[in-house]
């Protein structure tokens, strides 16, 4: 602590405007981010402040805003993550938080954050995790009962954020163990299928058996075939 004390004053000193922080091997956490921005305004006022994030320890989003809540006017962020070993903060990360968690307006045009990290990741060969944050392209499925019932009738119950807002298509439900009634009827009668709410429930009990049996998620036509078995077992009755 003490030499990089020594090291901003000098800094200033010698005319600079702008000191960068680098968490190069990725070891802070947010509260001694905090802390850490705090003493170096304590000491140096008039100068501005940036932080270069590393992700060693997950932290690199986290760290980043937590800087710039506590005094950083800048911030090293990547498209992506990309950098040395785990990388660095994610622009898309960053930027959406920002938005969320402040005023609404970060600045960036966020519809252009999806296009923008395929983009690289074509360019750079690195593929996007399908479940990344912001910008993984299965970050919308749903299959909880009550969340799907719940985005039905209003988005805002379930998701901090609207997938056009970042770039990506409508979100989608997936049929599995977890689903309900009220998400498999609407799917269903998107295909032309209505459904009486007895059908409906004999219909989920076989879609929760084989999405356990089979340790994945049902497609429409696997759910078709099992509709035409109950329909089966209730014209025997």
């Known amino acids: 602590q003490g030499f990089l004390d020594l090291f901003c004053q000098k800094a200033i000193e010698c005319g600079a405007s702008r000191i960068r922080i680098a968490d190069t091997v990725g070891i802070l956490s947010p509260m001694k981010t905090q802390k850490l921005f705090n003493h170096l305004q304590s000491i140096c006022s008039k100068v501005e ?25 800048h911030a090293s962020v990547t498209v992506n993550g990309i950098g040395e070993r785990t990388g660095n903060a994610p622009l898309e990360e960053v ?47 749903h299959e909880s009962g009550i969340h799907c019932a719940g985005l039905l009738k209003d988005s805002r119950s379930y998701e901090a954020f609207a997938p056009d807002e970042v770039g990506h298509k409508n979100r989608s439900f ?19 299928e209505e459904l009486d709410r007895k059908t ?11 999405a356990e049996s089979d340790k994945k998620s049902l497609d429409i036509d696997e759910v078709r075939d099992l509709l035409q078995r109950v329909r089966h077992m209730q014209n025997a009755i």
């Open 49 to 73: 402040w940036e932080f270069h994030a590393h992700n060693d320890l997950g932290m690199a989003t986290a760290n980043t805003l937590t800087a710039l809540e506590s005094g950083a006017t």
């Open 174 to 192: 997936i049929l599995g163990k977890h689903s309900g009634t009220t998400v498999l009827m609407r799917l269903l009668a998107q295909e032309g």
């Open 200 to 210: 409906a429930s004999m219909l989920l009990e076989l879609v929760k058996e084989r």
């Open 95 to 141: 930027a959406l938080a920002l938005d969320v968690e402040g005023d609404g307006y970060s600045g960036f045009a966020l519809s252009k954050l999806s296009p923008l990290s395929q983009l690289v990741a074509k360019c750079s060969g690195r593929m996007i995790p399908p479940f990344k944050p912001v910008v993984g392209e299965r970050i919308f499925e």
